[in-house]
């Protein structure tokens, strides 16, 4: 797994929250851009998952913490799938729950990349 890539999907959770409270602000549902954004996003942490979860179970990966580690994978690939099924009304409510999604998803990569890189 790549560190700087977890990195990058962080920072790029970041702005997808600022953008989609931006969004939940004006009262505007995360529809167009905001929804693909968070798509494209999600996808790139299942691959990231899927990729490390491979080295954890081959061995090519050892952490100081696997529990740790295997938690947060689970958390970082379930995050934002789990936000869009919170999605009900389209409304700047759904701008604000993506939002804090993002925000979720920033901190548990943030962890992943210490735990990983320990």
Do not use: H, N
């Not at 995360?30 to 942490?45: E, I, N, S, V, Y």
């Not at 379930?78 to 700047?92: C, H, M, N, S, Y």
Request: hydrophobic share 60%; charged share 15%; aromatic share 8%.
């Amino acid at each position: 797994m790549s560190v700087s890539l977890v990195a990058a999907c962080a920072l790029y959770a970041l702005a997808l929250a600022a953008w989609s409270l931006k969004r939940a602000l004006g009262g505007d549902p995360p529809d167009g851009w905001p929804a693909l954004g968070a798509a494209m996003l999600a996808g790139m942490q299942l691959i990231i998952a899927a990729i490390a979860s491979v080295a954890l179970l081959s061995g090519a990966a050892e952490p100081d913490e696997p529990a740790s580690a295997w938690g947060y994978l689970a958390a970082t690939a379930a995050l934002l799938p789990v936000t869009f099924a919170l999605r009900e009304d389209r409304d700047g409510w759904d701008s604000l729950i993506l939002a804090l999604g993002c925000i979720a998803l920033a901190v548990a990569d943030w962890r992943l990349t210490l735990v990983w890189g320990r």
